[in-house]
């Protein structure tokens, strides 16, 4: 397989885990990562290191990504996994 096969099945298994974790339509989420440079300034430079992680952290990081460029699209109450302590209380 190609590496630009392997990153667009990366790409991919990052927009369909984050809209399940979001509950929401994968194309919704695709946009909006296209839209806050997620996949071209994230997902793409970043795909050597990420493709080493497991599913949690992925979609953690880049709904991270897009709390800080579009927050108001995320759910109501939405932080970043680094900003909530253990139990679920904001820091």
Do not use: N
């Amino acid at each position: 397989m190609k590496e630009e096969d392997k990153l667009l099945e990366f790409i991919i298994f990052c927009v369909e885990s984050t809209a399940a974790r979001l509950r929401r339509c994968g194309s919704d989420v695709y946009r909006k990562m296209k839209e806050t440079g997620a996949l071209e300034h994230y997902v793409k430079p970043y795909y050597d290191t990420l493709h080493t992680q497991g599913e949690t952290y992925i979609v953690d990081s880049l709904l991270e990504y897009i709390f800080y460029r579009d927050a108001r699209w995320l759910p109501d109450g939405y932080q970043p996994h680094h900003l909530t302590k253990e139990g679920g209380e904001k820091c």
